[in-house]
T-cell receptor, first 112, second 112 residues
Framework: DTEVTQTPKHLVMGMTNKKSLKCEQHMGHRAMYWYKQKAKKPPELMFV???????INESVPSRFSPECPNSSLLNLHLHALQPEDSALYLC???????????FGPGTRLLVL | AQSVTQLGSHVSVSEGALVLLRCNYS??????LFWYVQYPNQGLQLLLKYTSAATLVKGINGFEAEFKKSETSFHLTKPSAHMSDAAEYFC??????????WGAGTKLIIKP
């Protein structure tokens, strides 16, 4: 089973809203990732958690706040986003950082 | 720094014809190489990966790729295209920090 689930599938929010994206995997993977993907572009790495600790933050603005409550869950808290933050947000997981990454279906975010 | 080049942002083939998607990488050490596929409005699905076990790698859905060190290439092929193969294909290499370096992607168009 190589399933990563993400909720919600779609999200529309205003620039003053606070919302959260959720990612879950039950494969026992110890590395989890957030990516941002704009249309017709490859994914851009945002954050990496390894053994529930934030190991990489690719200079992401503070209006994006990741959280890893346990080894199966990864959240991305959103606050005061800008229209240019509209994109597909992908979660991925891997056995550890050296291993193959498996992606979820993504959350398509629209910021108005 | 490592990089990945995918030749052709769009590739169009007729149904039943050979599919060839090109990927060249730059790496100073033997790399891990991946092909992912992204169907419209979906996440990324792993097609296949090269991890130095064999130069010809077979993946899902009839795709395969051959690692050629002398040419620094990892081209993706499928003998006979199906309409269901229409998607965006991304080649990626794992860098020394185990992060994925992505190509720009190739959109595969299948003509009936």
């Amino acid at each position: 089973d190589t399933e990563v689930t993400q909720t919600p599938k779609h999200l529309v929010m205003g620039m003053t809203n606070k919302k959260s994206l959720k990612c879950e995997q039950h494969m026992g993977h110890r590395a989890m990732y957030w990516y941002k993907q704009k249309a017709k572009k490859p994914p851009e790495l945002m954050f990496v958690y390894s053994y529930e600790k934030l190991s990489i933050n690719e200079s992401v603005p503070s209006r994006f706040s990741p959280e890893c409550p346990n080894s199966s869950l990864l959240n991305l808290h959103l606050h005061a986003l800008q229209p240019e933050d509209s994109a597909l947000y992908l979660c991925a997981s891997s056995q550890d950082r050296m291993e193959t990454q498996y992606f979820g279906p993504g959350t398509r975010l629209l910021v108005l | 720094a490592q990089s990945v080049t995918q030749l052709g942002s769009h590739v169009s083939v007729s149904e039943g014809a050979l599919v060839l998607l090109r990927c060249n990488y730059s790496s100073s050490v033997p790399p891990y190489l991946f092909w992912y596929v992204q169907y419209p409005n979906q996440g990324l699905q792993l097609l296949l990966k090269y991890t130095s076990a064999a130069t010809l790698v077979k993946g899902i859905n009839g795709f395969e790729a051959e690692f050629k060190k002398s040419e620094t290439s990892f081209h993706l092929t499928k003998p006979s295209a199906h309409m269901s193969d229409a998607a965006e294909y991304f080649c990626a290499v794992s860098d020394s920090n185990y992060q994925l370096i992505w190509g720009a992607g190739t959109k595969l168009i299948i003509k009936p």
